[in-house]
């Protein structure tokens, strides 16, 4: 049985979005960021910079010290991404101010070498971080941690999404609102499971202007439209007011960049008391006694909500739609159109689970 947790390595490259460092600072605020190749080339020429790469302290003394005073994690997981060039080499990384660990006066602090696609996977350099290592972590408010170590402190303003929820016209009468997910794409969405069909659904939050602008597929007939920034896919509710993600573009899922998918963003901050866990539980029983009210595995590692495809080309896309119009379809099975097994082909041959179902 093909495991759901997401291996450290995964979590790490989740980091690497192709984020160019340099730019020209614009005066207006309100005009658009200039980034010049000439910025670019000065960066990676440089071959004098120091900094101890091995010594996970020194690099946390680093990052931490280049920050400012205040600083907003977005994305609903606390990480807070960073990348940097040592002598034209690019590395990245994160701190996450981890829901479960931050009570105990913990975060987590990784950061690997961000190679080309065709190498080998660098190896990660992950640590726990707390007073054993001269590192305090002190809540200042509900949702704001400062981080000190030596003579620098920077505060962590975690997402507040507390008052977001979705619509009722985007709910199915079965449908549990488990949280607000913001990615770290910077597209906002409703996490809703399912209870009848034991299936999890990424509905695009409308309830603001999305970060993207969507266009319809060549496929589809209208119905599924696909990001132009983000490449994100998404199936057009002829029942309710609402999007639901259907697939993101495989080579960002295989660079696991900021535009892989929202399964790594869970609404952690938001969950109320035990229903994350009972979701997936009822979702995928062979998890039970495996996993904490985050999902997470005794490791740190968590299970991978990804119920939408990896596809090459739009073309691929067009399974779900064909599921939706097909009159052999039960209506009481219409959701299930818009959702993969989550233990299961995530690929462009995958099959919705109303298919799945109607195969057997």
Known sequence: MMTLRKNMAMVVVALGAAMPTFSAAADDAASPRLRTNEAYVAEVS????????DD????????????????????????????????????????????????????EFSYYEDTAPWLPDSKATAVA??????????????????LTYGAKSVVFALND??????????????????GPIFDES?????????GRLKLFHYVLDETITPADVFVA??????????GKRTGFAFYRDQHRDRKILIGVDHDNAVANNYLDGPFDQMPDNFIKGDSFRQAVLAAEPYLKGEINRYGSFADGERVALESYMEYRTPKDLEVFDRCATDRRIPAARYEACFALALDGNHGPSARPLAMQERAR
């Open 56 to 107: 996970p302290m020194a690099v946390f003394a680093y990052v931490l010290g280049s920050l400012p005073e205040r600083v907003k994690v977005y994305p609903t997981e606390n990480h807070y991404y960073f990348a940097f060039r040592l002598n034209g080499i690019r590395y990245a990384g994160n701190i996450k101010i981890d829901a479960h660990l931050r009570a105990e006066g913990k975060v």
């Open 46 to 53: 440089k071959h004098d910079q120091t900094l101890a790469i």
């Open 186 to 194: 910077g597209i906002r969405f409703f996490l809703l499971f399912n």
């Open 161 to 178: 999404l507390s008052q977001v929820k979705p619509p009722p016209s985007a709910l199915a009468p079965d449908d549990q609102f488990i």
């Open 217 to 226: 597929a060549p496929v589809g007939h209208g119905r599924i439209v696909i």
């Open 129 to 146: 971080l707390d007073a054993s290592r001269g590192v305090t972590v002190t809540q200042v408010d509900p949702l704001a941690y400062r």
